[in-house]
């Protein structure tokens, strides 16, 4: 008999968090602000990050879950920049949100966030590096000291674009950032 009342409880609790992860439907926005900094240079996929809620979850005019209430959330993709091209990925998406003091799961469209291009800052150091070997060959010993100081040059300015050339998706701690609920 003790069995028998054990499965049936577990099942209406199984019954009743799954009510709860209805309370939030598809298309609900939710607003956080994430705990501590993601970075496309350090992140895993896999890895969980912790946020706020910046903004109360209402539906159909009640209030679901109050501003400042926990939100976990997990790393689905992360992509490390590359020195001379491809700069970093991130994207995120939200797993859970406290509603009525329990964590509810809840799918979201995923969150992608983009490092700055290479292109302009690399033609920039490369560009400038060949354009100062050319000068100072120019005046060391004419055209063909130029055109030695131009591939010099560039040289140099590739270098330094290696060197500096990482360009991350950063995610700043406390950033507010919008997810869409989705149906599971």
């Given at each position: 008999?003790?069995?028998?009342?054990?499965?049936?409880?577990?099942?209406?609790?199984?019954?009743?968090?799954?009510?709860?992860?209805?309370?939030?439907?598809a298309?609900?926005?939710?607003?956080?602000?994430?705990?501590?900094?993601?970075?496309?240079?350090t992140?895993?996929?896999?890895?969980?990050?912790?946020?706020?809620?910046?903004?109360?979850?209402?539906?159909?005019?009640?209030?679901?879950?109050?501003?400042?209430?926990?939100?976990?959330?997990?790393?689905?993709?992360?992509?490390s920049?590359?020195?001379?091209?491809?700069?970093?990925e991130?994207?995120?998406r939200?797993?859970?949100?406290?509603?009525?003091g329990?964590?509810?799961?809840?799918?979201?469209?995923?969150?992608?966030?983009k490092?700055?291009?290479?292109?302009?800052s690399?033609?920039?150091?490369i560009g400038?590096?060949?354009?100062?070997?050319?000068l100072?060959?120019?005046?060391?010993?004419?055209?063909k000291?130029?055109?030695?100081?131009?591939?010099?040059?560039?040289?140099?300015?590739?270098?330094?674009?290696?060197?500096?050339?990482?360009?991350?998706?950063v995610?700043?701690?406390?950033?507010?950032?919008?997810?869409?609920?989705?149906?599971?």
């Open positions: 008999m003790l069995g028998k009342s054990l499965k049936i409880a577990s099942v209406l609790v199984l019954m009743a968090l799954g009510a709860m992860a209805q309370t939030i439907p298309g609900t926005r939710l607003t956080v602000r994430v705990g501590s900094e993601i970075s496309s240079g992140a895993k996929a896999g890895d969980r990050f912790d946020a706020t809620l910046a903004r109360p979850v209402v539906v159909n005019g009640k209030t679901l879950a109050r501003t400042g209430a926990p939100v976990r959330g997990k790393v689905t993709s992360a992509k920049s590359g020195r001379l091209h491809a700069p970093g991130l994207t995120l939200l797993t859970s949100v406290q509603v009525n329990r964590m509810v799961p809840i799918a979201t469209h995923a969150y992608s966030a490092g700055k291009g290479h292109t302009k690399n033609a920039t150091k400038g590096g060949a354009a100062a070997g050319a100072i060959g120019a005046l060391a010993g004419g055209g000291a130029a055109a030695i100081g131009a591939g010099v040059g560039a040289g140099a300015g590739t270098g330094v674009a290696v060197a500096t050339g990482k360009e991350e998706a995610v700043p701690a406390e950033a507010a950032l919008t997810f869409t609920t989705t149906a599971k």
